[in-house]
């Protein structure tokens, strides 16, 4: 089944319409790539980056997978993070986690899903870790929720101890990892409060000297 046509009109009007607000906006951007941001979100169609922070193309860098995970033996978002620092130099990383996430869902049931299940383990051990907690509230959806923000906050953890944060650190590098959480159902992002800048602010156990 051929893809439709209609999508690649979609994308002339598209560039029509930015070439006629901003005329040398695709010749500037073909000579530079400067984003001051790094964004790890989930791979759900209804979270797209730029659009939920109203930035144009180039203005933020994006790596984008189910339940928005950083997992140490993931070489795609690792080469991901390191390009992002080391070359782009961006200034902040954002994981952003949303509201009634189709993978932490499935996480939380105990029903097979098939090659998936492996990765959602990685969400499953953070339920582990926090089901006092989790169990106390009462419904379902509430448990979910809460699971979806300790989720971005572990992974914020998960960023801020590989080598690649820590050497940029070491280096004099400025550089901010943030997490925040995202509801579709109002299109609001909401900061966890949760905003690491330095070694000083991990855990002594993985700090890398």
Not at 3 to 15: G, H, Q, Y
Not at 68 to 88: F, K, M, R
Request: charged share 25%; net charge positive; glycine share 6%.
């Amino acid at each position: 089944m051929r893809i439709s046509k209609k999508l690649f009109e979609k994308n002339k009007r598209w560039a029509e319409k930015v070439k006629k607000s901003t005329p040398d906006f695709f010749l500037n951007l073909s000579k530079q790539q400067k984003p001051e941001y790094l964004w790890i979100g989930c791979s759900d169609s209804r979270v797209p980056a730029n659009e939920i922070v109203d930035m144009l193309p180039g203005e933020i860098f994006v790596h984008r997978n189910i339940a928005n995970l950083v997992v140490h033996t993931d070489l795609n978002c690792l080469s991901v993070i390191q390009y992002a620092v080391e070359i782009l130099k961006v200034k902040h990383i954002i994981i952003c986690g949303h509201y009634g996430c189709g993978g932490i869902q499935a996480a939380f049931d105990n029903k097979e899903h098939g090659l998936i299940d492996n990765w959602l383990r990685n969400i499953k051990d953070i339920y582990r870790y926090h089901q006092v907690q989790i169990d106390s509230l009462q419904g379902k959806k509430e448990k979910i929720n809460l699971l979806c923000e300790l989720n971005v906050v572990e992974q914020v953890a998960n960023i801020c101890h590989t080598t690649i944060i820590q050497g940029a650190w070491k280096a004099g590098q400025k550089l901010a990892v943030h997490g925040w959480i995202y509801s579709i159902q109002d299109g609001i992002l909401k900061d966890l409060d949760v905003c690491v800048t330095n070694l000083d602010e991990i855990s002594q156990i993985h700090r890398i000297k």
